[in-house]
């Protein structure tokens, strides 16, 4: 019984660092293709709107 506690809780760990690697890959893929679309119009930042107050700003990291 305690092994099968123990792969539970090894089963559990590892699926959360999986998806907070997902996550993570996820958030850097869309920063880095920001970028390659920023660098290919020649912007310097991205526009974004503040949807309470409609004023534009740019988007940070």
Do not use: C, H, N
Request: glycine share 6%; charged share 30%; hydrophobic share 40%.
């Amino acid at each position: 019984m305690p092994q099968l506690i123990l792969l539970l809780i090894v089963a559990v760990v590892a699926y959360w660092g999986y998806r907070s690697f997902v996550r993570e890959a996820q958030r850097v893929t869309a920063r880095a293709e920001r970028r390659r679309r920023e660098t290919a119009t020649g912007s310097t930042g991205t526009l974004v709107k503040d949807p309470r107050t409609g004023e534009y700003y740019l988007e940070k990291d």
